[in-house]
C-alpha cells in the first residue's frame, strides 16, 4: 500500500508543477508562490475540521523539526522559477538526480534517524548510471537554462530535507499536523519572501488573473503530497521512496509534456528508464546490505 501511495504522491507531484506553470504566468514568481501556500494551508485546514482531527504540538519535539515547511518553500519557490523556463520532465529530472545524490548521503550517514546504509562501488556504479539516464532524458528538451537547472537540483536537497523534518513531526504529532505546520510555516516564509523582494525595490503589486479553478489547485496537490510523504517516508528507506517516486514523477512529466507540446518523446520516456534502471540497482544493493 505504501508503494502505491508513494506512486500516487508522484503522479500529483508532475501534475502539480504542471498547473504551478499557469500560475507562475499570471502572477508571477512571489504571488504564485504565496497562493500556493495560501490555498494548501486553506485545504488542509478545512480537511482537519471535517475529519475532526486534532492539531497535536508536543513539548518534545525539538523546534528544528517544525522548519520542513521552511525548507519546501525554497522547493516550490524554485520550481516557479524553473517552470515555463525549462519543461516539466527537465525540472522533474534534475530534482529526482538531487534526490537520489542527497538520498544516499543520509543513507550513509543516517542522518534523520534514518538507518545506516554505506555507500559502495555497486551503489556509485547504480548512481553513474542514473545519472546517464537523466542525460539522456534531458537531451529532449529545447534548452536547459544555467539558472532553471540548478534550481531544480537543489530541489532534490531540499524536498528530502523536507521529507524527512516532516515525517519526524508525523511521528510525534501526527500527519494532519505535520502536514498542516508545513503548509504555515511555507507561506510565513512565501510572505516573508515577497515582503524582502519589495524592500529591495521589486515589484510585488497584485493583480487578479481570471483564471480557470484548476490553476489555483496546486497548493491542494502539494498539500496532498505532504500528506502521503509523511505517511509513507518512515515506512521505506530514503533511496527507496526516491526510487518509487521517480518512476511516477517521469511517467507523468512525459505524458504531462507530450500533453502540452503535443508530441512524444520516445529519447525522453528512454532515458528515463535507463535512469530507473541504476536507482533499481541501488535498491537491490540496499537490500542486500539489509540482509547481512
Not at 507562475?24 to 480537511?47: D, K, M, P, R
Not at 532534490?156 to 511521528?171: E, K, P
Not at 503530497?225 to 512529466?253: A, D, E, H, R
Not at 507530450?258 to 508530441?263: F, T
Request: aromatic letters at 14%; one cysteine or more.
Amino acid at each position: 500500500m505504501y508503494y502505491f501511495l508513494a506512486f500516487l504522491g508522484s503522479l500529483f507531484i508532475a501534475v502539480m508543477i504542471a498547473v504551478n506553470g499557469r500560475l507562475a504566468s499570471a502572477y508571477g514568481l512571489y504571488w504564485s508562490t504565496s497562493i500556493f501556500f495560501l490555498v494548501g494551508l486553506i485545504f488542509i485546514s478545512l480537511s482537519a475540521v471535517v475529519r475532526r482531527e486534532k492539531l497535536i504540538f508536543r513539548k518534545e519535539t525539538p523546534f528544528y523539526l517544525y522548519l520542513g515547511g521552511a525548507v519546501g518553500f525554497f522547493t516550490t519557490f524554485f520550481n516557479f522559477m524553473a517552470i515555463n523556463k525549462i519543461s516539466v520532465t527537465a525540472i522533474l529530472a534534475l530534482s529526482l538526480f538531487g534526490q537520489a545524490a542527497f538520498s544516499l548521503v543520509i543513507d550513509q550517514f543516517g542522518f534523520f534517524e534514518m538507518p545506516v546504509r554505506k555507500m559502495n562501488y555497486g551503489k556509485f556504479l547504480g548512481l553513474i548510471v542514473t545519472g546517464v539516464g537523466i542525460i539522456v532524458l534531458l537531451q529532449g528538451s529545447d534548452k536547459l537554462y544555467l539558472v532553471p537547472v540548478i534550481v531544480s537540483l537543489l530541489t532534490g536537497i531540499t524536498v528530502v530535507v523536507s521529507r524527512q523534518l516532516n515525517s519526524q513531526v508525523a511521528t510525534h504529532s501526527g500527519v494532519f499536523t505535520a502536514t498542516w505546520v508545513n503548509y504555515l510555516a511555507g507561506l510565513i516564509m512565501a510572505l516573508a519572501a515577497m515582503g524582502i523582494a519589495g524592500l529591495f525595490g521589486e515589484n510585488i503589486s497584485f493583480s487578479y488573473a481570471p483564471l480557470p479553478f484548476w490553476a489555483y489547485l496546486s497548493g491542494v496537490f502539494g498539500a496532498l503530497i505532504v500528506f502521503i510523504s509523511n505517511i509513507c517516508v518512515s515506512k521505506m528507506s530514503s533511496f527507496v521512496m526516491t526510487l518509487v517516486m521517480f518512476s511516477g514523477q517521469v511517467l507523468g512529466g512525459v505524458a504531462i509534456d507530450a500533453a502540452i507540446s503535443g508530441s512524444f518523446s520516445p529519447k525522453a520516456l528512454m532515458g528515463g528508464i535507463f535512469a530507473l534502471l541504476g536507482l533499481v540497482i541501488n535498491v537491490l544493493i540496499d537490500k542486500k546490505q539489509l540482509v547481512k
